[in-house]
Structure formats: C-alpha cells, structure tokens
C-alpha cells in the first residue's frame, strides 16, 4: 500500500489532489493509519510524528499525488456572551479545562459536552447548538498533547516512546547498599499521575 509520508498546509499547495479525506477531529490527530479518499484510493498515513491536521492541508503520497483533508462536520456548540470581556471570562474556565476551542467571530465553539453547556450557561452564555467542522486552537496540544501522541492503527496509545508497562530506571545497580540508607525508595511502585486534562474523553480508534 502507498503511503503518505508528509503534510503541506493548506498555504503551500496549489495543485489539484488525487483524491480527498474527510476526517474528524478525532481522526486529524493521527501518525499511523489506513486511509480510503472519497474516490477509493487507498493509502497508509505513516508520518514521522503525529501531526495536528486542518482542513485544507494535503497528505503527500510517496509518488508526489496529494490527498487535500476536508475537516468533517461535527455535533458542536457556539457560545456566545454579552460582550468581548464577558467571552474572555468564559474562555478562561475553557481553557482552565484543557477543552479544545475554536474561537470564531462573535464567539467559541467546543464540542458536545452537557456539563459544559450548563457550566457556560450558569455563567450568562448563550449555547447554540450547530453541526460545523472542528477546527480548535492548537495550543491545547502543543507539547503534551496530541501533537505528541502516536495514534497507530490498532488505536494503541503511547506518550512519548514512554513504555508504561517496563519502567526501567536501573535502580538495580547503585553501588550502595540501600540497606544501610534511611531513605524509603519504593521501587516497586511507579507512580506516574499522567493526567492529560482530556475532559471530554477522545475517543481512541
């Protein structure tokens, strides 16, 4: 199967595409997976790193065709507030959330979420409820987030070449006997809180 080894955004290709990819937020946060274009050509996007995906970018394939990304439509809502200083104020208990937002013109748009929509209400927002392409800031993924994420195609889940399941930091081998140290070293137990403030349970293909 060909692959797609390269993104372009949507500002540095001008040239028709082979064929088109309408994919979901979820689905525009990937390194690894099988893709089929509107028209059936079928491709394997393997990237090096996971890339956050916008509509219009183009997928390279290994022959130089370009697959153009169409952000699908999906169940969200717009909210709206009195003024630019009322839209901050709820802007900030978003992103106290870690929520994914899209800021639009006259106001945010999250995501389904009916605990959000009773907490934004509380605070004197409007709630619209639309269906649109998602297409939020990036700066809740930078670093930590997706962008850092390696999404393959069995939907397995790793954080940064980190294998959760063998964490070998060599305390077999100190040179001392701990023995001898009133120190407590709990070696058996790696507890690492890996709280990735993803309230709104992405779901994992």
Do not use: C
């Not at 509509?55 to 065709?65: F, Q």
């Not at 153009?68 to 992103?95: F, Y």
């Amino acid at each position: 199967m060909i692959r797609a080894t390269q993104v372009f955004p949507q500002v540095r290709w001008t040239e028709a595409a082979a064929d088109t990819v309408v994919l979901g937020f979820d689905d525009r946060h990937r390194r690894r997976m099988a893709m089929t274009g509107t028209h059936g050509l079928e491709f394997l996007l393997d990237l090096q790193e996971a890339v956050a995906l916008r509509g219009g970018d183009a997928l390279v394939l290994e022959d130089g065709r370009l697959i153009e990304v169409v952000a699908a439509p999906e169940p969200l809502v717009e909210i709206r507030g009195t003024d630019p200083h009322h839209l901050v104020r709820i802007a900030w208990h978003l992103g106290n959330r870690h929520l994914p937002t899209q800021i639009v013109g006259k106001g945010l748009r999250i995501r389904r979420d009916h605990v959000i929509e009773d907490m934004v209400r509380g605070l004197g927002a409007r709630v619209i409820v639309i269906e649109a392409p998602f297409d939020p800031e990036g700066g809740a993924y930078a670093g930590g987030g997706h962008a850092a994420h390696d999404h393959d195609d069995h939907g397995s889940h790793k954080h940064g070449d980190h294998d959760h399941g063998k964490h070998d930091h060599g305390h077999t081998e100190h040179g001392h006997d701990h023995k001898h140290h009133d120190h407590a070293h709990d070696h058996g137990k790696h507890d690492h809180d890996h709280h990735h403030g993803h309230s709104h349970a992405l779901e994992h293909k």
